[in-house]
Structure formats: structure tokens, C-alpha cells
């Protein structure tokens, strides 16, 4: 059996767009277990995959089991017992032979506590007898220390999603480590309108996360500047798209402040929450695209919008390099705002080539995702052992 686990809940339509995209590359059955399944009941991905939660179960007091865990916190530091025996339920699950997709693709870079629990998941189903894969990856560099290199190793399988990444691995000696596109490049979209007044072909689309609003007030007034030029140096209408709505970081927050903000001119949108494939069709109607969150990026990306990501993560940086051979110009690190139109001035040197970005996306892509065969083909020959 497949099984797709670290799933945090659709309401992050990245995680979402992961999901069915790995449903349709590999083409098998797959069991998804999720942290918020009715988030992904909401948003229909039981018609896609087979839907179980993941939550911890209470471990009753003086029992054997929690007096053991107890014990190896206080004299060794670690939690995996009292772990594992709060996922006593799903691990009942999983059997010899299983193969466990790990989808939380850039959690190793969300610090220690992140990184040991993803480790605990690592070994817990190793001792099961199921493979692991950690698929569509990204993490920084120097977020590889060694106990999470250790921790990689156990790994049956490693699909980095862009170069950076993949050179860190091979340079800690990870040979179960390949370089292969995030999936989400080839998720299916649907058609919808777009938002009244816009018009496909006409439109910038417009994307913001709470994330990069903490870091100050410069960012916000950058996105104002964004959003002014466009409106004064553009013809071009502005469709404002959120991509998480999760009540913990929600996009929709900054992007009704600008809706507000700019909402007299008539030639601004908000877009509705919906599934990752309708929010991709969506994109697929505009003639450009600014965006914080990665795949929403993708989603541009992968429909031939030409595209300026607004942040430097790993991520953001190493799918850029990999379609245009450098991040320069694409990627623009938020943290280095200096004036309220840095923004402003990325976009209107990159959009001023569009078309040649564009053509740049329609020659590379075919090539780009050609690796894709060569991960379906590793995933399958794990579950046909």
C-alpha cells in the first residue's frame, strides 16, 4: 500500500496541489494520513485518495508505556517513545512491504522540533518494515546537520526539487538523493472565471503571505507599490489570489488590507477561496504573476505565466536557477527591501520581458519535467518489491 503522510490539512492549497499531483504522477491507490482531514474533506481530495487522520492519542498515566517514555525524555533527551506511542493508531497501519511518501516537503527547514519529529516518522515506519521516501524536497543547506543527515540516510528514497538542494545532499554523501521537479508542476487545473471586472490575458495576478508581512511594515508598503504601478504604469487589471487560508497564517489577511486600499479604482479583485486546481486556473488566466507563497509559483510556472517570486528561501531560489539558469532578477528577497518600491521596480524590469520569459518557460518545461518518469519509476519499484 502507498501512504502519503506529514499532510497538514488542504486549507494550505500547496499541500493540497502535493496530494493530487502525487496521486496522478504515480497513478496507485494511496491512503492519505492527515493532521486536518476535514479540511480535506472540504476540499475533495477524499474523491482523489483515501482519507485517515493522524492525530495523537492520549497514552494513559502510569501506564507501562508512558512511565518507558517518561523515563528515556528524562535520561536521554528524547521523545520518540512517547511519539510513537501517540501514533500507536496509524502505525497499526502499516505493514512490511508499505510504501510511505513523506509530503511536508520543506519541513526540515522549520527548525529542530520539526526536524526531530519528521525523524521519529523516519524511523517509526522504517521499523515497520514500509519504505520511506521523502518527496519533493527542499531544505537549506545549513539545515543539515548531522543527526538530520543521519536521519536522511534512512530514507529508501530522496526526490530533491531543485539543484541547491540536491548539490547539499550529494555533498553529504546522500546517494538515495535524485533531482526531480516538485509534482505540483503537473497538477491538473479547471477552468473558472475570473473575478468582475477582469479579463484573462489582462490581469496580474497577485500573491501575498502573512509570513512576509512579519517581517515589517516595509514589505506591506512594497506590495502597495506593487500594486500602484500596475495600476499606473500598466493596462493590466490586478487579481489578488490567495493560497493559504489556514486560521494560523491566512493570505487573505494582507490581501484584503490592499483590496480595501485600492478597491475605487475598479480594475482590483479578490479571488475566492477554492481548490489548488480551480486557484491554478485561475493563475493560468493571468499575463503575469508576483507571488510569496511556492506553490503558487508553481502553479504560474507550470501554465507559462512568467513569474517574480517575492522571497529567498531555498526553494524560491533553486526552481528559478533550474528554468532560467539564474534566481537574479526572478527572486526577490523580501529581507532586503531598502524603499517602499523595491517591488515595484522587480516586477516592471521583469515584465517588461515578459514574452521572453514566457518563451523561455515554453521551451524549458518539456525538459524540466522529464525526470519525473525516473521518480515514478524508483516510487513503483519500492512497492513491487
Known amino acids: 500500500m502507498l501512504y502519503l503522510y506529514y499532510h497538514g490539512g488542504s486549507a494550505n492549497h500547496g499541500c493540497e496541489a502535493l496530494v493530487r499531483s502525487t496521486r496522478k504522477v504515480l497513478g496507485r491507490e494511496a491512503v492519505l494520513l492527515t493532521s486536518a482531514p476535514e479540511e480535506d474533506l472540504h476540499y475533495g481530495l477524499d474523491q482523489v485518495v483515501t482519507v485517515r487522520p493522524d492525530r495523537p492519542e492520549p497514552v494513559p498515566r502510569r501506564s507501562l508505556t508512558y512511565l518507558a517514555a517518561a523515563l528515556e525524555h528524562r535520561l536521554r533527551g528524547s521523545d520518540y517513545r512517547s511519539v510513537r506511542a501517540a501514533r500507536r493508531g496509524m502505525l497499526s497501519q502499516i505493514h512490511r512491504g508499505d510504501v510511505c511518501l513523506s509530503i511536508g516537503g520543506d519541513n526540515y527547514c522549520y527548525g529542530a522540533e520539526g526536524n526531530r519529529?519528521?525523524?521519529?516518522?523516519?524511523?517509526?515506519?522504517?521499523?515497520?518494515?514500509?519504505?520511506?521516501?521523502?518527496?519533493?524536497?527542499?531544505?537549506?543547506?545549513?539545515?543539515?546537520?548531522?543527526?538530520?543527515?543521519?536521519?536522511?540516510?534512512?530514507?529508501?528514497?530522496?526526490?530533491?526539487?531543485?539543484?541547491?538542494?540536491?548539490?547539499?545532499?550529494?555533498?553529504?554523501?546522500?546517494?538515495?538523493?535524485?533531482?526531480?521537479?516538485?509534482?505540483?508542476?503537473?497538477?491538473?487545473?479547471?477552468?473558472?472565471?475570473?473575478?468582475?471586472?477582469?479579463?484573462?490575458?489582462?490581469?496580474?495576478?497577485?500573491?501575498?503571505?502573512?509570513?512576509?508581512?512579519?517581517?515589517?511594515?516595509?514589505?506591506?508598503?512594497n506590495y502597495r507599490g506593487l500594486v500602484r504601478a500596475i495600476l499606473e504604469e500598466t493596462d493590466q487589471g490586478v487579481l489578488l489570489l490567495p493560497h493559504v487560508v489556514k486560521p494560523e497564517s491566512d493570505d487573505r489577511g494582507p490581501l484584503r488590507q490592499l483590496l480595501s486600499e485600492f478597491a475605487s479604482t475598479g480594475r482590483v479583485a479578490l479571488a475566492e477561496d477554492a481548490s489548488c486546481t480551480v486557484l491554478k486556473g485561475l493563475i493560468a488566466q493571468c499575463s503575469f504573476f508576483v507571488g510569496a507563497r511556492t506553490h503558487a509559483t508553481i502553479a504560474a510556472y507550470s501554465t507559462g505565466v512568467p513569474t517574480l517570486v517575492a522571497g529567498y528561501s531555498v526553494k524560491a531560489r533553486g526552481i528559478a536557477r533550474d528554468l532560467f539558469g539564474t534566481e537574479e532578477g526572478y527572486v526577490l528577497p523580501v529581507q532586503s527591501f531598502t524603499g517602499p518600491r523595491d517591488l515595484a521596480r522587480a516586477f516592471l524590469a521583469l515584465y517588461g520581458r515578459r514574452e521572453e520569459v514566457k518563451e523561455r518557460l515554453r521551451e524549458q518545461l518539456p525538459s524540466y519535467l522529464t525526470p519525473m518518469a525516473g521518480a515514478m519509476e524508483a516510487v513503483k519499484r519500492l512497492m513491487d518489491r
Open 117 to 221: 519529529i519528521l525523524g521519529y516518522y523516519n524511523r517509526m515506519l522504517n521499523e515497520k518494515g514500509a519504505s520511506t521516501v521523502l518527496w519533493g524536497c527542499s531544505i537549506e543547506p545549513e539545515a543539515m546537520t548531522p543527526p538530520v543527515v543521519e536521519d536522511l540516510k534512512r530514507y529508501a528514497l530522496i526526490t530533491a526539487r531543485e539543484s541547491i538542494t540536491y548539490g547539499a545532499l550529494l555533498d553529504k554523501g546522500l546517494t538515495n538523493a535524485v533531482q526531480v521537479p516538485d509534482a505540483a508542476f503537473l497538477l491538473d487545473w479547471e477552468e473558472a472565471p475570473l473575478p468582475s471586472p477582469l479579463r484573462a490575458g489582462e490581469t496580474v495576478g497577485v500573491n501575498v503571505s502573512p509570513l512576509v508581512q512579519d517581517l515589517g511594515d516595509l514589505v506591506l508598503e
